[in-house]
């Protein structure tokens, strides 16, 4: 399992982190969430007063932001320079404005060079938007995962009200439709499934049935 290379791909909250950590866990290896480093230059930008339609200023704030992975009993913790960002980068503000500085070409060359030295030595499942086009292309799997936005707001809704966060259905199925749509019309690397991709429609599928469909597509693999 050493060198094995999981690539999950889809859009906003189709259920790509769940199931990525669930199939890392289980066959040891390690998982990278890379949307989770996009939102932590975003949230960097916004702590800073960096403008995130400046590409050259998000370069150097990149330039000077080591992300790191930790894992935990939650699953992962988030660290930028040493300091844990996992909740923080899940914060509204960031969430709605992460696929502007996600659309940076220079940002997500340093963003893609960071992903491929992680999987340099190690087993990885990594999940995100491009990561069966651009970043793992020779990936031993790969796995577009999609669910209609009804579903995936309805999703985050229930997610958000566990956590006694409050949260508008309809105000989340408007910011899903808008992530989807800048994530997949940008012009460097767009949410695209890779011709080699499975594609899995999740809609009607439980997250047990999602993470039995790919740990029996692994095993073909
Ligand atoms: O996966 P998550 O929803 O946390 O990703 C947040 C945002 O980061 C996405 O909406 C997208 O704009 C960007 N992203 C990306 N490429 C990736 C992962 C995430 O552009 N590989």
Known sequence: NKSLTIAIDGPASSGKS????????????????????????????????????????????????????????????????????????????VTNTVSVVAAHPKVRQLMVKRQQDMAQDNGVVMDGRDIGTVVLPDADLKIFLVASVKERAERRHKENKEKGIFSDLDQLKKDIAERDYKDSTRDSSPLKQAEDAVRIDTTKMTIDEVVDTIKNLIKKA
Do not use: C
């Not at 290896?29 to 960096?50: C, H, P, Q, S, W």
């Not at 000077?64 to 909740?87: H, L, R």
């Open 18 to 93: 769940t199931v990525a950590k669930r199939i890392a866990a289980d066959l040891g290896l390690i998982y990278v969430d890379t949307g989770a480093m996009y939102r932590t230059l975003t949230f960097e930008a916004l702590k800073n007063n960096v403008n995130i339609k400046d590409q050259k200023a998000l370069v150097d704030l990149l330039e000077k932001t080591e992300i790191t992975f930790e894992p935990d009993e939650k699953g992962q913790s988030v660290f930028s320079n040493g300091v844990d960002v996992t909740y923080g980068i899940r914060d509204n503000n």
